[in-house]
């Protein structure tokens, strides 16, 4: 093993390790969840930690480098993508203590119905899945009113009446029971679930001719 070879095996993870970091960091700008913060991190020192290690093990120096870095980088990239698929099961959904529903203006103090949507990089809490459903039906009216801005919508997430689990709105089943909309992971049979990817259609059409 040569000179360049440790000098290149070192480089390479300290490269990993701090790309790790960075990692770490747009976990929190995204909201993830504290516990994958903290995976993150534990996977980072623990690279720190055995690579140190192999300087008290300098005939096995080589050997434990590559392992580390090998195990390293699995596991950041095997976090990454998890986290980045799964956002219904990795994203922090908590209002902040001032937000208000868009739509009734009521402050909302239980997360066990809210819903969110992003507008460019601020994110809106509604009370409950109806109150969501009921903007994207009268979306013109909720615009002027101010009550919401104008842009792309992005990150459509409701919370399920039945498993009480976050889904993305293009995976929820949402259905009316009497004058209210309700999210469902596996609805009623004798309910009519609503045509989300019409409705969502019609609102992508609205807020694109609004930034035309």
Known sequence: MGHWDVMLLITTS???????????????????????????????LSSIMISLSGFLFKEYFYYIAVGDF??????????????????????????PEDSRCPVCNVLITNDEQICTLRVGNYTYFFDSCDHLIKLFKDLDFFIEKGSILKGKFKDIYVKTKD????????NAKIVLEGDTYYAYENPPADKELLNTKELMDKVNQLTDSDRA
Do not use: M, Q, S
């Open 163 to 170: 498993t009480d689990r976050w889904k993305k709105l293009e």
């Open 70 to 95: 090998l195990l390293t980088l699995v596991l950041l990239l095997g976090l990454t993508v998890y986290v980045f698929t799964h956002p219904e099961k990795t994203k922090e959904f908590v209002p």
């Open 14 to 44: 300290r490269v990993l390790e701090f790309a790790g970091i960075l990692l770490l960091i747009v976990f929190v700008f995204n909201k993830v969840k504290t516990k994958y913060i903290f995976i993150n991190a534990g996977i980072v």
